[in-house]
């Protein structure tokens, strides 16, 4: 089948460097800094300095993050950060010259670095957090009944897009707008893709945590996909954490400690969610107000342990990546060699 359709759509759509959903606004400075972020700077203790890390996008699934903020520990490794908005050509730029030392995204990001983003996965996030829903009522109820259907996305060659076009084509159904098996028509915003779900528009809307979710236990729609159950993509990464290569290459030691702070953040949620969901909603990092509803998918994210973190972890982050540049490239989303690809793509980095 031809891909060529699909190829151009994503080069077109100028692929977002998205922690899961990310937000268009351009970048500006966060108003809150942690309590230990405070005590460094009023001591001027940073040995990396200052850096700029997007952080302001208002998924659940940035949870590591916002953690890591407000709990200090990006401070406590040297950093003094601010939380930013970045679109695509922020990020871009901040990757390239070093400003933006690391980001989290999907394996949307493949593609991307494909086309030239000068950065490398060093670490895996976390699982889950994308769900279809149908209407209740609807006559769909599996992938086999999509044949024909009208499929809602936040943008043609994004992580949902491209979930969708793995599970699609998986199951033997052409995601190649050419051959009309199925349509994919993109929102600007998870409310509108609920909006024409409810009114007809399309058969299946595919959404970001937590507004697939909340309109589940709203009893407006049936879950169709979880992207953290269904068998092809349950315990795998959906997001990885992207260095820079002008980091990596001049400074080891800073992603070294970014990533302590990160799995710091990991491990902490793992032990700690409820207190998490009360700093994300209390800090207004996400606009969820059913805490039980968002504890239960923070916990769903699959958040490493502190003894998850051991001499195999950077071996399950490099077989993921290599995971889906394999289901990628089969798709013809890739056209590079699927094994080279991968082994250029990764950078294990020492973190202890």
Same mark, same amino acid.
């Given at each position: 089948?031809? /891909? ?10 100028? =692929? ?20 230990? *972020? &405070? ?10 300095? #200052? =850096?700029?890390? !997007?952080? #302001? ?6 949870? %590591? ?12 490794? $040297? ?16 990757? *390239? ?13 493949? !593609?991307? =670095?494909? *086309?030239?983003? *000068? ?7 976390? @699982?889950?957090?994308? /769900? ?8 769909? &109820? +599996?992938?086999?009944?999509?044949? $024909? ?10 992580? %949902?897009?491209?979930?969708? +076009?793995?599970?699609?084509? &998986?199951?033997?159904? +052409?995601?190649?707008?050419?051959? $009309? ?35 589940? #236990? ?10 953290? #159950?269904? %068998? ?19 400074? !080891? ?30 800090? &207004? ?13 923070? /916990?769903?994210?699959?958040? %490493? ?5 051991? @001499? ?32 250029? =793509? ?7």
């Amino acid at each position: 089948m031809k /891909k060529e359709s699909i190829l151009a759509a994503i080069m077109a759509s100028a =692929i977002l460097l998205a922690s899961c959903s990310v937000s268009e606004q351009g970048s500006s400075d966060n108003e809150k800094k942690g309590s230990a *972020n &405070n005590t460094a700077q009023s001591t001027g203790d940073f040995k990396f300095g #200052k =850096i700029d890390i !997007p952080g #302001k996008d208002g998924a659940l699934c940035g949870a %590591p993050i916002y953690i890591a903020y407000e709990n200090g520990y990006f401070a406590e490794e $040297g950093f003094d950060v601010t939380l930013i908005s970045a679109d695509f050509e922020t990020r871009k730029i901040g990757l *390239n010259n070093g400003s933006i030392p690391i980001v989290n995204g999907d394996f949307q990001f493949f !593609p991307s =670095i494909e *086309n030239g983003i *000068n950065v490398k996965v060093v670490d895996g996030l976390h @699982e889950g957090c994308i /769900k279809f829903a149908v209407s209740p009522d609807s006559d769909i &109820n +599996s992938v086999d009944d999509l044949k $024909g259907k009208k499929i809602g996305v936040d943008e043609i060659g994004g992580t %949902p897009h491209q979930v969708a +076009s793995l599970w699609l084509e &998986n199951a033997g159904i +052409s995601a190649d707008p050419s051959d $009309g098996e199925v349509t994919f028509l993109p929102y600007s915003d998870g409310n509108l893709e609920f909006e024409a779900l409810a009114n007809g528009e399309i058969d299946v809307a595919a959404l970001w945590d937590p507004l697939g979710s909340i309109h589940e #236990k709203a009893g407006d729609v049936r879950i169709l996909f979880d992207l953290g #159950k269904d %068998p092809y993509f349950a315990d795998h990464f959906c997001c990885f954490l992207y260095a820079s290569n002008k980091v990596l290459e001049e400074n !080891p030691e800073e992603v070294a400690a970014l990533l302590r702070a990160y799995r710091k953040a990991q491990e902490w949620l793992y032990e700690n969610p409820e207190e998490a969901v009360d700093i994300i909603i209390n800090k &207004n990092y996400a606009s969820i107000e059913d805490k039980e509803l968002a504890v239960d998918l923070i /916990k769903s994210y699959g958040f %490493p342990s502190a003894a998850e973190h051991d @001499e195999n972890w950077d071996t399950h982050v490099e077989e993921d990546v290599k995971y889906f540049v394999d289901g990628l490239s089969q798709i013809g989303y890739l056209k590079s060699d699927p094994d080279q690809f991968a082994k250029d =793509i990764y950078q294990k980095v020492e973190v202890k």
